[in-house]
């Protein structure tokens, strides 16, 4: 008897299936499997309920803070675009209106306007065909570069001939600083097989690196950066962080 509790006071043994050999008969197909099973009963342990109290906090506090200043910014931002869109509109000169969206480009806002600035540059490429502006770009030849330059860059397949016209500027000194780097950035802008935008990029670049010395601080540094790494090299957002600090010093 003690033999016997002492055996029924051992716990129980996990469930298992052992599985006995098998004995397949040459003659038969039959397979015989013999299996033994150890049963065992768990124990499950009761979970205890947490009857918390419903919390205090309910939605109704959870809320964003009212920053005044924030909705300041949105009003005069709207402001700002409604103004710029204006000026796009009503400006009569076409290089003015060149200008401002090559502001708006390396300012990094020109995503503001796109429509705005697609009618823009459409009307200006349609007087460009007609040959309208050539008399004006005759004159001008940074707003003749500019010009090439925004064309290409937004898409339009303006030819090279409209820089033709300067073909002959290898002739004597030129003192343009600002004519000569629009020409220079507009060359890397140039197609396989339009080579007389290398010889202008050539041209061009020499030309300002001998002006550098008498040029002012701020324009010399522009010149320097340009010349170093033209724009259409840039990467578009660190270039735009670079503008603005620039732009915050031009007089006009």
Known sequence: ???????L????MPTTTTALPIWRNSSSQTR??????AQRSFAVPLRRSANYPTSLWDNSYIQSLKIDSMEKDVTRINMLKEYVKRTLDEEEQAFRR????DTLCQLGVAYH????IENVLGTIYKSVESMTNVEIMKEDLHYASLLFRLLREHGYNVSQDVLNIFKDIKNGTFIDT?????????????KEGEDMLDEMRHFASKHLQELTVSLE???????????????????????SW???????????
Request: some cysteine; proline content about 4%; overall charge negative.
């Open 9 to 12: 006071s051992l716990p129980c």
């Open 178 to 190: 600002k004519g000569l780097l629009s020409l220079y950035e507009a060359s890397y802008l140039a």
């Open 32 to 37: 015989v499997v013999a299996t033994t099973d």
């Open 113 to 116: 306007f796109e429509q705005e």
């Open 98 to 101: 060149l200008e401002i969206i």
């Open 217 to 239: 601080p701020s324009q010399r540094e522009h010149v320097v950066r340009s010349l170093e790494l033209p724009l259409t090299w840039r990467t578009a957002r660190l270039h």
């Open 242 to 252: 670079y503008f603005i600090h620039a732009y915050q010093k031009m007089e006009n």
């Open 1 to 7: 008897m003690a033999a016997s509790s002492f055996l």
